[in-house]
Nanobody, 125 residues
Framework: DVQLVESGGGSVQVGGSLRLSCVASDDTIGRYCMGWFRQIPDKERQGVAAIYRSTLSTTYTDSVTGRFAISLDAAKNTLYLQMNSLKSEDTAMYYC???????????????????WGQGTQVTVS
């Protein structure tokens, strides 16, 4: 099975920045679509950003467009999420996810992904 491990979360002031990392156990990044999701208690998981390794095409949810950037380093099997101009509403547990088959246009739907990391907490205040 593919294993994903996130890191980089923490507490930051409004307007600050954080960079999340997600290390994959194998060459997952070379073959899969990768995504970042977030969830707050009692709410559904929300797709934040996704990227295809083959084309490097990216997708973002509207609330983070222009502030967040998803990228990957295939040589390091690592996915990143650079988060700038953070707002209090960005506070959540952030998860990375991967799958080899994602239906076009559904890259931010959590039901499309099979493999998930354990999450890293981001708190903005």
């Amino acid at each position: 099975d593919v294993q994903l491990v996130e890191s980089g979360g923490g507490s930051v002031q409004v307007g600050g920045s954080l960079r999340l990392s997600c290390v994959a156990s194998d060459d997952t990044i070379g073959r899969y679509c990768m995504g970042w999701f977030r969830q707050i208690p009692d709410k559904e998981r929300q797709g934040v950003a996704a990227i295809y390794r083959s084309t490097l095409s990216t997708t973002y949810t509207d609330s983070v467009t222009g502030r967040f950037a998803i990228s990957l380093d295939a040589a390091k099997n690592t996915l990143y999420l650079q988060m700038n101009s953070l707002k209090s509403e960005d506070t959540a547990m952030y998860y990375c996810a991967a799958d080899s088959v994602i239906l076009p246009g559904r890259e931010l739907e959590d039901s499309q992904y099979t493999y998930w990391g354990q999450g890293t907490q981001v708190t903005v205040s």
